[in-house]
């Protein structure tokens, strides 16, 4: 049986380096010649002087949050896409950010995430992430068939006809958000349905917070956390012992928010991502999250740099139940009802599950006339997420920029 899914994934860090350096100095060099975005981008920068990690970093940096004004002046993609390529889906995420998909095996590179949860052949998983417009459902059965697994494509909700499927089919994994684990596992216990099949489970998306870890421990349940991306693909994932082990074939710098500079070790910094997919090149791609480098390496035998998984957010972008929110969005949510002059979406954390309120300032006079519910059918309009609504009084929200504010913890 094998140690790892990837060949590369116990290599010294020298051998890492060299191949990573020598894959860049490549990936440039095609970006700019078949990338519309890159071509510009670039026009005026040596790539050829472009071979370590210090001269990486001067490169200019891409915003995730940018990709909404630059996909809306050049759809689909903003010309980040080889011209003329074939795309095989196209994905719209919460923004809208839209997202590509082409053909091949283990696309979004999640099998070493699998891998490394347990997974092998002959697995039955139950994948509960989105097959709907959003890549959360296809990235993992992506993953769990390059591992050799059988999916299950049920998507999130419809509980009760869940928990039939793993009377009836008895998976031996699941996949998908871990509060939705933890809802299975209850409203089973309720019904009395039986769920012991389920003994390994790989959770993104969301926070696995101790207190869920512990008690799908209990259950049974062997449950490791993939840290992945709609644009990116996987970027790190848990193993054995702290942290999560990066993915091999991308390089990951740790950077000061608003600056090109890669922060020291054991700093906190926003995620940077490089990734080699000739289909989507994405150079210096900043995903908005926040971690740091954990020093050591993995029990495991992976060699990889590790990295203290999410330490949130360094925009007011949010992750909520697996999906992104974004400030523009949170406008347009305003602007769609006249009397709401100022508005504040506050993520909450209540028994282990994402709740979002939307503060609405409104004057007292017309507050009784404020449609709540219309209000909250925007909310699941533009985020694709229920969200609870608050009316305020004028001026009792702070003028301090602040449009989301994320009250979890970090984790």
Known sequence: MKQFFHPLEGQSAKQREDHLMSALSEQLSFAKAHCDYYSTLF????????GCRASLAKLPI??????????????PFAGMTPNKHQVGRIFKSPGPIYEPECDGFDWWRMGQAFFAAGFSSGDIVQNCLSYHLTPGGFIMDSGAKACGCTVIPAGPGQTEMQLELIESLTPS????????????????????KDTSSITKALVSGEALTPTLRAQFAHAGIDVKQAYATADIGLIAFESEGEGLVVAEDIIVEIVRPGTLTPVL??????????SFNRDYPLIRFATGDLSAVLPGQSPCGRTNMRIKGWLGRADQTCKVKGLFVHPEQVERIRCCHEAIKKVRLVV????????MQLLCEVDERAQPHVDIAAVQASIRAQ???????????????????IVIED???SH
């Open 43 to 50: 026009k005026k920068i040596d790539l050829s002087a472009v």
């Open 407 to 409: 009250q979890r913890e």
């Open 265 to 274: 070790d054991g700093e906190v910094g926003e995620v940077v991502v490089t």
């Open 62 to 75: 891409t915003h995730k949050a940018d990709l909404i004004a630059l996909q809306a002046a050049l759809p």
């Open 173 to 192: 994994g699941y996949c998908g958000t871990p509060s939705f684990l933890n809802i299975l596992l209850e409203k089973g216990r309720e019904q009395g």
């Open 383 to 401: 985020t694709q997420l229920a969200g609870e609504v608050a009316l305020v009084a004028l001026g009792a929200l702070a003028d301090d920029g």
């Open 348 to 355: 909450t954390r209540q028994h282990d599950n994402d709740v």
